[in-house]
């Protein structure tokens, strides 16, 4: 769990909040928004003071303002900046009063992790087209964060640029000493230059945030509020070239059939920045390894639908939101649903089960990736990724992944100053199948959407849409099982789309939002989205469901008013339902929550969902069978949140179900601890138990010898699950830290009272849909599925830009067909007396700036 959050997040949550403006009297000038930066003669040593000719020059910010809790509010404690530049370098000093110095609260930790910490924060518009930049922020410990900032709201903190900063905490308070290469940043080729910028001071303790110039969290927009910078004549040209070559060496054992299998590797790979223009960069990376990175967390999926994971990658993470186009999401839903998941790029090779392969790689090499990625002068942002993974061989030499090539092309032309933008996107997948691989995946897929969204005058109502249409080809046999998938359950009997000659697959989505995006108090949004049957995007992009419309409404009321016992009070109202193409309703809905954070910090967050309001029907229950009558749920759920500002933290959340007439329920119970000790370790434990209990758990379709009936099996399912996650990090400085990642997983259940579909699966009374199963064998008896993934890392920056990784990495895993007798102790012990998976790696990278 995070345990700060920046300027933009906190105002991405509240969006629009109470207009406080500040009262002035009728004499009194307007705060200032703009400001000269001085001409540095000689540059200033980075050392967190400001004895330098530079800083006795320079004009100081002082007109800081409160955003945070109350728009407008004088600050608790003064702050004065100053501005600074040369032909190479922008510089900043800010000066953070305190008179209680001692009182400071700040944490060492590792770079661009978010600490319980005072902060300064920089905000950079270098292009000053009020849409992107960039943000630089700092602790007193000297823990560096930063992001760069598109479409004026939305964060990449993936993005790491080369940069200093230098920290002091002194009688007076503490201080932040910046230098900011312009080589980071993008500009024109003009003589002279005004760039957007902000600063932003987080006063912990106060639980307080004050700007210059102020921003307004009730007008919407990020980049658009910031103020001015002007004065920067004759900048260096931005260097073009940037380039990090790595030296990886890798050690695996894994267990085999014959004992333990060691692998060992040593792989050159590099990433590459050029500068194309002045804002348009190409990014390169080349045999590329991501064995820093955090495993997965460990699930067991019983729906018919896949996992998502968050992509952790850097090189994907970076610029991620330049290629984003969602599907399926709104205020209301909205669970990664969209037509780029670059986690299909680099996966594991995906007919390893189909052919009984044990011994492939967890991950398909990626041999090379671009990124071309920019905003033009006149508006355009543009986004353009290409990949290609290897050609992977299993036992035997049957080919387990055909090398693959993948495409997208994302641009964006932004009109009346931001405030009205059209786009489009093209997406496609290329595979070089052979006898192996042409029946199971398709040869290519293509996707094409376009989409607009409009401000209107005031900047309070907005309307967005798009327009997607896509097409995959190959096979009779892989577009018969692109038939038959979860996503499209062409054979469903009451729906009968199925045709098993079919080479191709088309489909399209549409989707329509009208939001009120500012405002005093009240926020809004609905929308219509609907996409077809034969509409596919998994093979670069993420969709759990096609065949299915749906209309959101959403309705948020904001108090960010400081109040006698909060600071911050949120009330949403949400109303949802969902419908086949045919209009075969699928789920009604009605959800209320809270979120109220009180004077000490702490917060409470509670809300319930009354569900299948009326008559509706389960798609995909029956498992590509006749969609089943559905009974009403309620699902509750309540959240408290400690005082983070305290050295332990607590945190306990509890999610309850219950539905199908009272037959089935499951709580979830998620504590947390976390740990701050001697303002350097920093450790959380999170334990996540949950019991369910499902009257009518879906098995899946079932043919006999002899029958051509098929039938659709259900079981009673009585399942226990615990994961227990376990964080540490000690930084021994700033830029060299110990991270440790440790989830143990157990996941276990019983079936019983096996049930067929019945003749009647729309029925309104509940047993009337299912008959008993008369054969034994079609119990499938339980699970017990156990599995541990932990990461060590040791990062260390020993040069600006350049670092070094030591990972060890540990995994075991174990499923039997039955739930045992032990509890989870038991378990837990078995889980550890298996035979790990061991993965040593070291990685050194050097940066180059030319």
């Known amino acids: 769990m995070l345990l700060g959050l920046p300027l933009l997040a906190a105002i991405t949550l509240a969006r ?29 040593v980075i050392d967190g003071r400001d004895d330098d000719a530079v800083w006795r020059e320079a004009p100081a910010i002082t007109e800081f303002q409160e955003w945070r809790p109350s728009e407008g509010g004088a600050p608790k404690l003064p702050t004065v900046a100053k501005i600074a530049y040369d032909a190479a370098n ?44 960039y943000e630089f922020g700092v602790n007193p410990s000297g823990v560096k964060l930063d992001a760069q900032v598109y479409n004026d709201g939305n964060e990449d ?34 003589k002279n230059h005004t760039f957007g ?61 014959t004992g333990i299998g060691r692998t060992q590797d040593v792989t050159l790979g590099g990433d590459l920045k050029y500068r194309v223009a002045s804002n348009l960069t190409l990014d390169a990376t080349l045999n590329p390894d991501f064995g820093q990175v955090e ?55 995906e007919l390893a089960g189909t052919y009984n392969d044990n011994t492939s790689p967890a991950f398909t090499r990626i041999l090379g990736a671009g990124k071309l990625t920019g905003r033009l002068p006149g508006g355009l942002t543009i986004g353009a990724l290409n990949a290609v993974t290897e050609h992977v061989t299993g036992v035997g030499g049957v080919t387990i992944e055909p090398t693959t090539n993948y495409g997208v092309v994302r641009l964006r032309q932004d009109l009346r100053g931001g405030e009205t933008s059209i786009g489009g996107i093209v997406t496609a997948v290329n595979r070089d199948n052979d006898s192996w691989t042409s029946p ?25 849409g798009s327009l997607d249409f896509s097409r995959v080809a190959g096979s009779a046999q892989a577009i018969d099982s692109t038939q038959r998938d979860a996503v499209h359950y062409y054979q469903r009997p009451d729906a009968l789309r199925y045709d098993p000659t079919r080479t191709s697959l088309s489909g399209d989505a549409e989707e329509l939002q009208i939001s009120k995006v500012g405002g005093a108090h009240l926020l809004g949004q609905t929308g219509y989205q609907r996409r077809s049957a034969g509409f596919e995007v998994n093979d670069l992009g993420y969709l759990q469901r096609a065949d299915q419309q749906s209309w959101n409404t959403w309705i948020g009321y904001f108090d960010r008013h400081e109040r006698a016992l909060y600071q ?69 759920w309540a959240g408290l949140n400690g005082d983070d500002r305290k050295a332990i933290v607590p945190y306990f959340w509890v999610n309850y179900w219950r539905g199908d007439g009272g037959r089935s329920h499951s709580i979830n119970l998620m504590p947390e601890v976390d740990f701050k000790l001697a303002s350097r370790v920093t450790a959380a434990i999170i334990p996540n138990y949950t019991r369910t209990s499902n009257a009518v758990q879906p098995l899946g379709p079932k043919t006999i010898a002899g029958d051509t009936t098929t039938y659709y099996l259900f079981a009673h399912l009585e399942q226990k699950q615990l994961g227990v996650t376990m964080r540490f990090t000690y930084p ?46 079609d119990n499938p008896g339980g699970f017990n599925y156990k599995q541990f993934r932990s990461n060590v890392v040791f990062r260390w920056e020993y040069r600006a830009g350049s670092t070094l990784f030591v990972v060890w990495s540990q995994g075991r895993q174990n499923s039997t067909g039955a739930e045992g007798t032990q509890g989870f102790r038991g378990d837990l012990s078995d889980l550890f007396g298996l035979q790990p998976d061991n993965s040593f790696l070291v990685k050194l990278s050097y940066w180059i700036n030319r």
């Open 732 to 777: 021994f400085t700033a830029s060299a830290t110990l991270q440790v990642y440790a989830q143990p997983f157990v996941s276990k259940g019983t079936y019983s009272n096996a049930q067929r579909l019945s003749a009647t699966p729309r029925a309104a009374d509940f047993a009337s849909r299912y008959n008993p199963d008369p054969v034994a064998a």
């Open 295 to 349: 495993a997965d967390p460990a699930v067991l999926n019983l729906s018919a639908f896949e996992t998502f994971f968050n992509e952790q990658r850097p090189f994907f993470v970076a610029g991620r939101g330049l290629f984003q186009f969602d599907v399926n999401c709104s205020q209301v839903n909205c669970n990664g649903e969209g037509l780029v998941y670059s986690r299909r790029i680099g996966r594991a090779p």
């Open 568 to 636: 911050r009070f949120q009330w949403n109202f949400n109303w949802w339902q969902y419908w086949t193409t045919a209009g075969l309703p699928e789920e009604r809905a009605f959800n209320t929550n809270t979120h109220t954070t009180f004077r000490n910090t702490w917060s409470f967050h509670t809300g319930a969902t009354w569900g299948q309001l009326g008559e509706t029907y389960c798609y995909s229950c029956a498992r590509g069978g006749p969609a089943v009558r559905q009974d009403s749920y309620l699902a509750p």
């Open 440 to 464: 199971y995946l398709r040869h290519n897929a293509y996707v094409g959407a376009a989409d607009f969204r409009h401000r209107f005058p005031g900047g309070r109502f907005e309307v967005s």
């Open 16 to 44: 629009q909040v109470a207009d406080l403006r500040p009262r002035q009297s009728a004499d009194q000038p307007p705060p200032v928004r703009s400001v000269a930066a001085t001409r540095a003669a000689r540059a200033p």
């Open 197 to 257: 910028f902000t600063i932003d001071r987080d006063l912990y303790r106060y639980s307080q945030r004050v700007s210059w110039p102020l921003f307004r969290q009730s007008k919407a927009g990020f980049v658009s509020q910031f103020g001015e910078v002007g004065g920067f004549d004759d900048l260096e040209a931005p260097r073009r070239l940037e380039a990090a070559p790595y030296l990886v060496t890798k050690n695996v054992s894994q267990s085999t059939a």
């Open 157 to 190: 903190f993936a993005w790491d640029a080369v940069w200093d900063v230098a920290t002091r905490v002194d009688s007076l308070g503490w201080t932040a000493e910046f230098r900011i290469p312009l080589s980071q940043l993008r500009y024109g080729r003009q």
């Open 90 to 133: 922008l510089y900043v000093f800010v000066r953070a009063f305190d008179p209680h110095p001692d009182s400071i609260i700040t944490v060492l930790a590792r770079r661009d992790y978010f600490t319980p910490s005072d902060m300064i924060w920089l905000f950079l518009d270098s292009y000053h087209d009020r849409r992107t930049g």
